[in-house]
Structures are given as C-alpha cells and as structure tokens.
C-alpha cells in the first residue's frame, strides 16, 4: 500500500477529483494549505501599499492505493493538475505499513 499526497492549485480540485473518479479512485482526503517553493510567493497592493504574499494558497489530496495503482493515479493526478506554468505542485508517493478501519477493527487491505 502506498500513501500519495499531492499539493496542486486549488482551481484544479474539481478538475482532478473529476479525473480520479473516471479511474476508479474512491476515496481521499483534501485539506486547504498554504505553503510555497521555487515561486518564493508574490507581491501584491493593498489599499496603496506593497507587500509580500509569501505563503499561497494550495489543495493537499491524500489517497490510500494499492502498489498497482501508484503509477496510473500519479499520471492522471499529473495530467489533471498541469498547467504548464509555475507552482503546479508536488506528488509524493509514501509506503503505509498499515491501516486500521475504527469502526471494525480491520486491518491491512481490507481497512481501506
């Protein structure tokens, strides 16, 4: 099993989540964040006066898959989120070595 968690803009959401449940993708988590990379953030003038927006608003996905899966969701996760210009953001792919559904008890694949 591996955990992906993907940081994209969050005009993109709709557009990716649209994209993972064309693919089979049934469940994840999203959560509103703030962060930035290579951009350095921006400038912007508010009432006459300039100042640095070094934090820009991004959407973190998480999503549980199994190892077969890893490739085809990073790709249309990838396609759905470009846009070809600056801060499109990051996927990271992590190994999860368990998971426990509350609820029952379950373990392993058959908690997901």
């Given at each position: 099993?591996?955990?992906?968690?993907?940081?994209?803009?969050?005009?993109?959401?709709?557009?990716?989540?649209?994209?993972?449940?064309?693919?089979?993708?049934?469940?994840?988590?999203?959560?509103?964040?703030?962060?930035?990379?290579?951009?350095?953030?921006?400038?912007?003038?508010?009432?006459?006066?300039?100042?640095?927006?070094?934090?820009?608003?991004?959407?973190?996905?998480?999503?549980?898959?199994?190892?077969?899966?890893?490739?085809?969701?990073?790709?249309?996760?990838?396609?759905?989120?470009?846009?070809?210009?600056?801060?499109?953001?990051?996927?990271?792919?992590m190994s999860v070595t368990?998971?426990?559904?509350?609820?029952?008890?379950?373990?392993?694949?058959?908690?997901?």
């Amino acid at each position: 099993m591996k955990l992906i968690i993907a940081i994209i803009k969050p005009f993109k959401l709709e557009e990716v989540k649209a994209a993972l449940a064309e693919i089979g993708v049934e469940g994840m988590t999203v959560t509103e964040v703030k962060g930035f990379g290579r951009q350095k953030g921006h400038t912007e003038i508010y009432r006459g006066s300039e100042y640095t927006v070094d934090f820009l608003p991004k959407m973190k996905m998480e999503i549980v898959a199994e190892d077969e899966l890893v490739a085809k969701i990073t790709d249309t996760i990838s396609k759905a989120a470009k846009t070809g210009k600056i801060g499109d953001g990051k996927i990271f792919v992590m190994s999860v070595t368990d998971i426990v559904r509350i609820r029952t008890g379950e373990h392993g694949d058959a908690a997901v």
